[in-house]
Antibody, heavy 121, light 107 residues
Framework: QVQLVQSGAEVTKPGASVKVSCKAS????????IHWVRQAPGHGLEWMGW???????TNYAQKFQGWVTMTGDTSINTVYMEVRLRSEDTAVYYC???????????????WGQGTTVTVSS | DIQMTQSPSSLSAYVGDRVTIACRAS??????LNWYQQSPGQAPKLVIY???NLQSGVPSRFSGGGSGTDFTLSISGLQPEDFATYYC?????????FGGGTNVEIK
């Protein structure tokens, strides 16, 4: 079945970087964009950006420009999201598949299980 | 950025009730509006895309409507598994923004 499996929880200090992976299976990896969405404890959803695994092209929310890097490896059907952390970045980070090949208008239809990133000095 | 405002922020209802959640965009987004359901400790789930299209596998008691700036999500005949938080999201332009969420609780 179609699924996205993310890497495990991380605990890190402010100023450090963490790289979260998202491995896709059950569909043609290069057909769908992958989005990253985060959710701080007790808060709502926040879109961070997307990557086109086919071209490597990315689109980041301005808030995350310079702090986040999204990359992909088509040989292992995996995308990565690396973020340089501040204390307010403690959150669950989700990857999610664009609903529909090559487009982003239809939302995201398959989500990873989430990766909890805790930032603490 | 386009701001998405949901109302109410929470509501209480009985099993079997019909509920409606509203979502307003700060500018016209045509019909590029999606709805998600999130249960505690779970990843969100896509319920409605492009304002009124039921995602595959979602029960027909869910329906969506609206265009431009004003949208609704309705659930007719609430079931125990429907008690969750619902988010709207615009996909008209980046950054793709979400509403603040509506928590649907059991009365």
């Amino acid at each position: 079945q179609v699924q996205l499996v993310q890497s495990g929880a991380e605990v890190t200090k402010p100023g450090a970087s963490v790289k979260v992976s998202c491995k896709a299976s059950g569909y043609t990896f290069t057909d769908h964009f992958i989005h990253w969405v985060r959710q701080a404890p007790g808060h709502g959803l926040e879109w961070m950006g997307w990557i086109n695994p086919n071209s490597g092209g990315t689109n980041y929310a301005q808030k995350f420009q310079g702090w986040v890097t999204m990359t992909g490896d088509t040989s292992i059907n995996t995308v990565y999201m690396e973020v340089r952390l501040r204390s307010e970045d403690t959150a669950v980070y989700y990857c999610a598949r664009g609903n529909g090949p090559g487009v982003n208008y239809y939302g995201v239809d398959v989500w990873g299980q989430g990766t909890t990133v805790t930032v603490s000095s | 950025d386009i701001q998405m405002t949901q109302s109410p922020s929470s509501l209480s209802a009985y099993v079997g009730d019909r509920v409606t959640i509203a979502c307003r965009a700060s500018q016209s987004i045509n019909n590029y509006l999606n709805w998600y359901q999130q249960s505690p400790g779970q990843a969100p789930k896509l319920v409605i895309y492009l304002a009124s299209n039921l995602q595959s596998g979602v029960p027909s008691r869910f329906s969506g409507g609206g265009s431009g700036t004003d949208f609704t999500l309705s659930i007719s005949g609430l079931q125990p598994e429907d008690f969750a938080t619902y988010y709207c999201q615009q996909t008209y332009t980046t950054p793709l923004t979400f509403g603040g969420g509506t928590n649907v609780e059991i009365k």
